[in-house]
């Protein structure tokens, strides 16, 4: 599967933005999708993810309340809509898709095999 994150750009602190990951390739339903983000000399960090045949996200506590994901497997696409967004939210945010993820190892970077190549989100105070 190929993987292409967009909606990026700038945006200031209080306000909102919407990031899409569309995914090429049949059978969209069985992958576990996911969203990681990496700011500037930071690792890379678990943001949200759905599993396979699921519509249930479940989030990072950093962003829990203010990040929305959502699957809409008719378009291969998943979304991340992003509110009361912080300048600590600035980063790369990538999406990531793996058939193999199990709920342990969900919020793992390395249970992906798929990646997006990132679409760079910037929060300003």
């Known amino acids: 599967v190929q993987l292409q994150a967009s909606g990026g750009g700038l945006v200031q602190a209080g306000g909102s933005q919407r990031l899409s990951c569309a995914a090429s390739?049949?059978?969209?339903?069985?992958?576990?999708m996911s969203w990681f983000r990496q700011a500037p000399g930071k690792g890379r960090e678990f943001v949200a993810a759905?599993?396979?045949?699921?519509?249930?996200?479940s989030y990072a506590d950093s962003v829990k309340g203010r990040f929305t994901m959502s699957r809409d497997n008719a378009k291969n696409t998943v979304y991340l809509q992003m509110n009361s967004l912080k300048p600590e939210d600035t980063a790369v945010y990538y999406c990531?898709?793996?058939?193999?993820?199990?709920?342990?190892?969900?919020?793992?970077?390395?249970?992906?095999?798929?990646w997006g190549k990132g679409t760079l989100v910037t929060v300003s105070s």
């Open positions: 759905i599993k396979r045949y699921s519509s249930n996200p």
């Open positions: 990531a898709a793996d058939r193999q993820v199990i709920s342990s190892s969900l919020s793992s970077p390395s249970s992906y095999d798929y």
């Open positions: 390739g049949a059978s969209f339903s069985s992958y576990s």
